[in-house]
């Protein structure tokens, strides 16, 4: 490429730009970001939900309060407390085209947290409170079937 001079004689100013610093730069970032992004989900992998026989399938979109074993709550992954839980589902109750609250607690919760969720779910006007859980494997249903026949 031969350099092309002005009239003058002087080298032309260079008024392009380089992007191949800049994609460097996304890219590193994109991977940083694809390696990073999986920790920033929701606090659900901390609670280890306790297995049931059977079931349907829960809608996320319902109000949503979880419970860890050390008793905190939150509701639909924002931090909540047992004596703001009634107002903030009666805050929700009126975008929600169901009233049903979905309730994702650890196996080592206590019952006694449980049954406070529930009453401010009834007390904020829900209907329906579903307690969620993990369906058993085929093969832990077969043995559960075959301890009961014997």
Do not use: C, H, Y
């Not at 490429?1 to 004689?9: E, H, Q, Y």
């Not at 991977?31 to 349907?56: C, R, T, W, Y």
């Not at 924002?78 to 609250?101: H, P």
């Amino acid at each position: 490429m031969a350099i092309k001079l002005n009239a003058d004689g002087k080298k032309p100013v260079f008024n392009e730009i380089n992007i191949t610093p800049l994609t460097d730069i996304f890219l590193v970032l994109l991977i940083i970001m694809m390696v990073i992004a999986p920790s920033f989900q929701s606090l659900d992998k901390n609670i280890v939900i306790p297995e049931i026989n059977s079931g349907v399938s829960i809608e996320e979109k319902n109000a949503t309060v979880s419970l860890t074993k050390e008793g905190e709550m939150f509701l639909n992954g924002e931090r909540t407390d047992e004596e703001k839980l009634e107002g903030d589902l009666a805050a929700l109750i009126a975008n929600l085209d169901k009233k049903e609250v979905v309730v994702k607690a650890d196996e080592k919760a206590k019952s006694s947290d449980i049954m406070k969720i529930m009453r401010s779910a009834q007390n904020a006007g829900f209907e329906k409170l579903v307690v969620a859980g993990e369906p058993l494997s085929k093969k832990e249903q077969k043995e559960l079937k075959e301890n009961g026949e014997e």
